[in-house]
């Protein structure tokens, strides 16, 4: 069966979603989180699926000394992200990365892995594996405990648990290190955020890892 996150499925997706996107707490919150994971790194860094480039944007502004690369399906958020960010940034899929063996020192996949099947998955992280040097970082982020609704909307192909994400990773030899869940509350964020986490009243939606390649 062909997967149905195209190139232009994701055209789409991108020009319809931008202004809501933009203004998600959640969405801010992770990439924020992850610019913090990246305080003062040096080397390259390739962001498979890169979307709007916040975290680009983000990075060139505070972290000077990281080379920006970028893979995305979309054609139009590639050449989006060149009008604003200084890198290199092309359109690929994220099964077969167009760049040479131990070439990068951080790999970012931010809510990526969830639009792939298993098999395609199994691709993806040997790739990822192979440009990137041993004792690099790789940041993934995924979603947990979504409702089937919002899964089928999204076209995601696979459902993540913490633990089930935390194998994965560790099949294919990297280390987790650190891991942080956030929550998706469209008002009062940061207050709401800590409460569940305090109080456990509510389960997490998307969960943050970094892993170190080993």
């Known amino acids: 069966m062909v997967n149905p996150n195209t190139s232009g499925f994701w055209d789409k997706k991108i020009f319809e979603e931008k202004i809501k996107l933009l203004k998600s707490p959640i969405y801010i919150d992770k990439n924020r989180h992850v610019a ?26 505070h972290v000077t000394e990281l080379d920006l690369f970028g893979m995305d399906i979309s054609k139009s958020a590639v050449r989006d992200i060149r ?41 993806i992280l040997p790739e990822v594996r192979r440009v ?16 089937r609704k919002d899964s089928m909307l999204n076209k995601h192909m696979i459902s993540f648990s913490k633990a089930s994400i935390s ?3 560790e099949k294919y030899l990297f280390r987790v290190e650190k891991t942080k869940l956030l ?22 939606n998307l969960i943050i890892l970094l892993a170190r390649k080993v």
Request: net charge positive.
């Open 183 to 204: 929550f998706a509350f469209r008002n009062k964020y940061f207050i709401k955020s800590l409460f569940a986490r305090v109080f456990k009243i509510r389960k997490p």
């Open 36 to 61: 913090s994971l990246l305080r003062a790194s040096k080397g390259k860094l390739l962001d498979l699926g890169f979307g709007y480039g916040m975290l680009e944007d983000l990075l060139s502004k």
């Open 83 to 123: 009008l604003k960010v200084d890198g290199k940034f092309i359109v690929g899929n994220a099964k077969k990365i167009p760049f040479g063996s131990i070439f990068f020192d951080y790999v970012v996949a931010l809510d990526i892995l969830e639009h792939f099947r298993i098999n395609e998955i199994n691709m």
């Open 132 to 147: 990137l040097r041993t004792g690099g970082i790789f940041i993934v982020s995924v979603p947990v405990n979504e409702g």
């Open 167 to 169: 194998d994965l990773l």
